[in-house]
């Protein structure tokens, strides 16, 4: 089986692992990775990335040139991929940019052509209704009219798209795993030293961006009423929200109990995630946001569950958008916006240590069988299998 992925998601190396490891799955299986030759990020990463190939055995990355380097909307590819798809003569063509995207619909237009019959597979990440104005919905219908199978990050995207006329087969699985290798439990006490953290302080921890739609407001309201607890707070990351919080924090009495701490490199957050007893996603949904076709914003799936079941730390999450899928039963789950349930969440953890054990068992197992790189590759070549027989 010879697949062809492309998104300019794989221009960072780290984000490969999952189709490493689907090209290992089986002698038969080859991978080839179609990646932009130059790629503008934007935000944090205020440069121009342009990605080396790579041959590993089975798997490569072949950067392509493209047109557009800041929307995977629009990224397409230049005539190298031409050349490469009639090398190359995919079983499966995946591009993973969306069911707007232009380089789907070149990649479908180029298989007809050169007589591939080569099945077609997208991902996407969107989990909100939408509209469409002519030309992007012609090409979406394009796209989904040609479309062999859907891979979608949670189930609100797989509804929409059924609502919007896809009735094919679909896969629901988030578009990158965890590293066991890097995600897993070691205790940090020099780090916590390093930070202040007490031995018998319980710490909860936020991993994420500091803004209003990430619930940080609703987590602090929910911890004064838990003062006559022995807690800390530690919150990893950074936002516009950053300032706002720390006042609210001395105004409400507890801003000597939390910890901040800038972004670090990704090779350094399991150590700090190791440092918690709870991970706390309390995210909202939003209306606030507007783009040229939808508006608003809800949790897409909420990747710091799984490197925190991955480290033996319980989760406890808000009910926005995939989260309650992605906990299961191997956490605790309350309505957003609710600091109450939150709070009552929290006293649950610190009060029953025999149940704070047990999610931590869980969380751990959910995360070894369903959200390891190799336990999603298995599943997406499930998928393929299906498509192909």
């Known amino acids: 089986m010879k697949v062809l992925v492309a998104s300019h998601t794989y221009i960072v190396d780290l984000n490969c692992e999952k ?8 002698p038969d299986v080859e991978v080839t990775v179609v990646v932009p030759k130059r790629w503008s990020p934007g935000g944090v990463q205020n440069r121009v990335i342009e990605p080396e190939p790579r041959e590993e055995g089975r798997f490569r990355i072949v950067p392509i040139a493209n047109f557009s380097q800041n929307n995977q909307g629009l990224l397409s590819f230049g005539l190298e991929i031409v050349d490469l798809l009639r090398r190359f003569r995919p079983d499966i063509i995946q591009v993973e940019q969306g069911a707007k995207a232009l380089g789907y619909a070149e990649l479908i237009t180029l298989n007809r052509l050169l007589g591939l019959r080569a099945k077609k597979v997208f991902f996407t990440w969107w989990n909100l209704p939408y509209q469409l104005k002519f030309p992007v919905s012609l090409l979406e219908a394009y796209n989904l009219r040609h479309t062999d199978g859907l891979l979608v990050g949670n189930q609100d995207g797989a509804d929409i798209l059924r609502d919007r006329g896809y009735l094919g087969p679909t896969c629901i699985m988030p578009q990158l795993g965890v590293d066991e290798r890097l995600f897993r439990p070691q205790p940090q006490p ?8 007490e031995p018998d302080d319980w710490v909860i921890g936020f ?3 500091f803004v209003p739609e990430k619930g940080l407001r609703t987590l602090l309201t929910a911890l004064t009423q838990l003062q006559d607890k022995r807690w ?3 919150l990893l990351g950074r936002g516009p929200l950053r300032q706002e919080l720390a006042q609210e924090a001395e105004a409400a ?16 957050v399991p150590r700090y995630i190791n440092l918690m007893q709870t991970l706390v996603l309390p995210s909202e949904t939003t209306y606030n946001f ?8 809800k949790e897409q799936f909420g990747h710091v569950l799984i490197e925190a079941m991955a480290c033996r730390v319980p989760v406890i999450g808000s009910d926005s958008g995939e989260i309650p899928h992605v906990i299961g039963e191997a956490g605790l789950v309350f309505p957003e916006g609710q600091p109450d349930a939150l709070a009552a969440c929290l006293s649950q953890l610190m009060e029953q240590p025999a149940r704070h054990e047990a999610l931590a068992q869980q969380g751990y197992d959910r995360a070894m069988t369903q ?8 599943r997406q070549l499930e998928f393929y299998e299906k498509l192909i027989a």
């Open 207 to 209: 991993v994420g961006r």
């Open 253 to 268: 009495g507890i801003g000597d109990r939390i910890c901040w701490v800038e972004s670090v490199p990704h090779d350094d």
């Open 19 to 26: 189709l490493r490891a689907l090209a290992q799955l089986r």
């Open 232 to 234: 800390k707070l530690l």
């Open 371 to 378: 959200y390891t790189n190799r336990a999603l590759a298995k």
């Open 190 to 197: 020099q780090l916590a030293a390093q930070h202040g953290i």
């Open 290 to 297: 507007k783009t040229l076709t939808a508006a608003g914003w």
